[in-house]
């Protein structure tokens, strides 16, 4: 090894300068690659999650019997319970989902990596588990179950932005919520949810949503004008306007729905009965969320390392030119070399090492400094609960593997053209 | 202990021809039909004005180049029937290069230099430390074991250099010009320390030369001219 770092800088700005070039081309597939290791872990949730259940939502609209909500982008009550009844669906547990407004950051304004603040409500007596993720690992206190009110469940990141604990209360929608449990770091989605019983997450929903809020006024106030003696006096338009305002109900406001299905049963055939059975339905299968997931990935992974992957081919391009000077400059080593009984095979070998300890210093470098911008970074955006960066152990070892591999690679051809010297015409070269 | 020379013919060159054509019309008879008969432990001195054939007979002894027809038997062995893949092998095996520049690799080591044959024969390395030192304390250059070849004088050089053709223990030591680069009391302990090992180990010294101070330590002198034999003293 210390033979091979002697010949390596018998020509030190030339080789710290190509050394340089691996360097640069590896600290940016690390910087880039660990902001796409980032993403990749935050879909990998995602995708075993959406894998683990049928997630169901309102499709095409439809006008049932004057439901308002029919033709919205919620589903209703009557959809839940057609979802129920179709053969091979376990069960079907309806949700609520809506941002979270916070009330101290009034111009929501700054960069959001990975899900934003998201209410998760769910309805707490269906007996739904997704199949991938049947319980979230609790940091502290418990999680959210049947029979719960007023109460909620934080993911890590909104805890530590929000400096809570269990036990503190928490202001969302204007109303005031308990924290009875927070969630340990997923690296992915749940880190930016607040779970919360349905009911209370709807209200939610209509307090931020002035349509919504109007609505259920009005319906209110309709539901009281039917209930009047004197609604019979009433014009028949007048009427059919105050029974279709009567006819908003809190409990149609559902935003989502997951299924899961019996044993046995084949999620995929059972999405498309689904949509085929319940009007007005959109299903997203396991295999449809894996096909999504994936190809968002692969598309982001191919822009942000292809990018990487061009400066490291260009440092190559260094390495090559490096070694084809070396060779040159010891034409009258390798003539010496075979005058004492090296083989072709043992010049390859040599400069093939040469060239791969090249590649693998730049490696080394590339994957130290890029590491600790990566560490500079996300400790400067810590305090912001961001994290955008992760160099997983897949991308330091891949970087370092690839950075030999470069090296090793680029010495192919100087080492052929080394193995191929006439060691007589080399002997008398000065 | 002395070794004492044989009538054994170890090195043969059995109607030689090398030619060249650098260009259509320009052909040149390096070697013309030339035959010699070298016996063990014997010490030869190969001397001709330049563009006698001088190195290129020593390139052929050393199985370096190819002649155009022609043989070269070294210990029974006709050379170049072999594949050419057993080249190297056997030029480790059967010979040891001293060169007039003295070529020693000055990122290696003094004791590296000369155990880099070794390193193509695949002999262990502590067994390699050994046998290096050994012949280092020969040539009396083994307190400068770990130096490297820039520290060391142009005699001081030679004497690494004749360690490394020594260390296979090859049977035949060829050497083009070996006190060339040097001065003539350098020149002349090289040459003591080529004839005091010629006759420890009984290895076949082939020396090219234009010193006379060789010619007068060799059992025979060759003389060349346009890449025939002109005489043997």
Known sequence: MFEILRNMFRRKLRTTLTIFGIVIGILALVVLGSLAEKMNLMMKGGEKFLTGQISVSSGAPSNEGGNPFASSGFLTQDKIRQIEKVNGVKAVQAGVETPYVDPDKKDGG??????????????????????????????????????????????????????????DTMKIGGKDFKVIGVLEKTMTGPDSYIFMELGDSREVLITQNPTLKDLRDKSTSAKKTLADPSFKYLSPEVQAQIKQAANFNDED??????????????PEKLSKDIKDKVQGVKTLSPADGKKMIQSISVLMNAVIVGSALIALVVGSLSVINTMIMS??????????????????????????IESSAIGLLGGLLGLGIGSLIVFSINKMTESSNIQVFQVTPRLAIGALIFSITLGAVAGLYPAWHAARINPVAALKEE | MVKKKTDNIILQAKNLKKT??????????????????????????????????????????????????????????????ERKSEYPQIRSEMVGFIFQQYNLIPTLTVLENVTLPLRYSRVKKGSAKRRALKILEEVGMKERAKSRPTQLSGGQQQRVAIARALINNPAIILADEPTGNLDTKTGDEIIEMMVRLNKKTGQTFVIVTHNPDVTRIADRVIHLRDGKLEKIR
């Open chain 1, 110 to 167: 700054g960069i959001s990596f990975g899900a934003p603040p998201t209410i998760m409500g769910s309805d707490l007596n269906s007996t739904f588990e997704n199949v991938n993720w049947k319980t979230l690992a609790m940091k502290s206190g418990r999680m959210i179950t049947r029979g719960d009110k007023g109460v909620v469940v934080v993911g890590s990141d909104i805890a530590t932005d929000k400096k809570l604990y269990t036990n």
């Open chain 1, 253 to 266: 406001i559902i935003t989502g729905a997951s299924v899961s299905w019996k044993d046995g049963v084949d």
């Open chain 1, 327 to 352: 060779v040159s400059e010891r034409k009258r080593e390798i003539g010496v070399k075979k005058a004492v009984g090296a083989h072709d095979r043992h010049i390859i070998k040599e400069y093939l």
């Open chain 2, 20 to 81: 060249y054509k650098p260009s259509k019309e320009n052909i040149v008879h390096a070697l013309n039909n030339l035959s010699l008969d070298i016996k063990e432990g014997e010490i030869v001195a190969i001397m001709g004005p330049s563009g006698s054939g001088k190195s290129t007979l020593l390139n052929m002894f050393g199985i370096l180049d190819k002649p155009t027809s022609g043989k070269v038997v070294i210990d029974k062995k006709d050379i170049y029937k």
